[in-house]
């Protein structure tokens, strides 16, 4: 049987990040339908490399200092990547009332981030 990749499946309203030379966040909402895994797809909208890292609430991006290394990824300007992460689900919520947060850093403002939480993956 052949695997086909399914296409990024919107499953909630997008979120929007002005990223700054610190550190911030936003809470993305989570849906119960992949409780343990949540697929993002976020655009770069603007013309500098960003940081970002995931995680719960409190959560920061860094930009490395040269020759060291950080949690979290870099988006290329003008970019759409998609990361599947830990969403906030366990077993005393078991209805993902809980959210995953975004947390963005650039060396430079002007950029903003959009996130929206969707479903991609195999299929038979």
Known sequence: MAMN????????????????????????????????????????????????????????AAIPASGATTTGLMLLPNSVTYVMVQSGYSEDNPDNTSAVYVAAIAGATGNTIYITVGESGMGG
């Not at 499953?11 to 911030?24: E, M, N, W, Y």
């Not at 909402?29 to 960003?50: A, C, E």
């Open 5 to 60: 990749l399914l296409p990024f499946n919107p499953q909630s309203p997008t979120a929007a990040l002005t990223v700054i030379a610190t550190s911030a966040s936003v809470k993305v909402p989570t849906t119960n339908s992949s409780p343990n895994l949540v697929s993002l797809r976020i655009v770069n909208d603007g013309t500098n490399f960003v940081y970002v890292n995931f995680g719960a609430s409190g959560v920061t």
